[in-house]
């Protein structure tokens, strides 16, 4: 990964509210991504949200905000999730050790 990227977490969402651990969780991850953004790489992170009836449409239109803001990276999350404050970082680290193009990774849906 180059010194310096920007990473787009991207949200789609059809729902008038969040789940509470959804929201915890993403506040986490914002915060340790932060915090430990220099010793990672990355040099900025935003959060952007789509809101659509249909799942399609919500991706894509996160999949353009990556160009219009030239992130080099988009993390997509669904709002019924909850995952590990380093989860980012963890992905990030898969990349650049295997040079996935994609990286995937388990996650508890509001379910568990």
């Given at each position: 990964m180059?010194?310096?990227s920007k990473v787009l977490i991207g949200i789609p969402c059809?729902?008038?509210?969040?789940?509470?651990?959804f929201a915890d969780s993403l506040l986490a991850l914002?915060?340790?991504?932060?915090?430990?953004k220099d010793k990672?790489?990355?040099?900025e992170l935003r959060i952007a949200w789509s809101i659509s009836p249909y799942l399609w449409d919500m991706r894509n239109n996160l999949?353009?905000?990556v160009f219009s803001w030239n992130a080099d990276?988009?993390?997509?999350?669904?709002?019924?999730?909850?995952f590990p404050?380093?989860?980012l970082l963890r992905a990030l680290s898969v990349?650049?050790?295997?040079?996935?193009?994609?990286?995937?990774?388990?996650?508890?849906?509001?379910?568990?």
């Amino acid at each position: 990964m180059a010194t310096g990227s920007k990473v787009l977490i991207g949200i789609p969402c059809s729902y008038d509210v969040v789940y509470q651990k959804f929201a915890d969780s993403l506040l986490a991850l914002s915060l340790t991504t932060v915090l430990q953004k220099d010793k990672c790489g990355i040099n900025e992170l935003r959060i952007a949200w789509s809101i659509s009836p249909y799942l399609w449409d919500m991706r894509n239109n996160l999949a353009k905000e990556v160009f219009s803001w030239n992130a080099d990276y988009i993390f997509m999350l669904d709002v019924d999730m909850q995952f590990p404050a380093d989860v980012l970082l963890r992905a990030l680290s898969v990349h650049r050790q295997y040079k996935y193009d994609i990286v995937g990774v388990p996650y508890l849906n509001r379910a568990g």
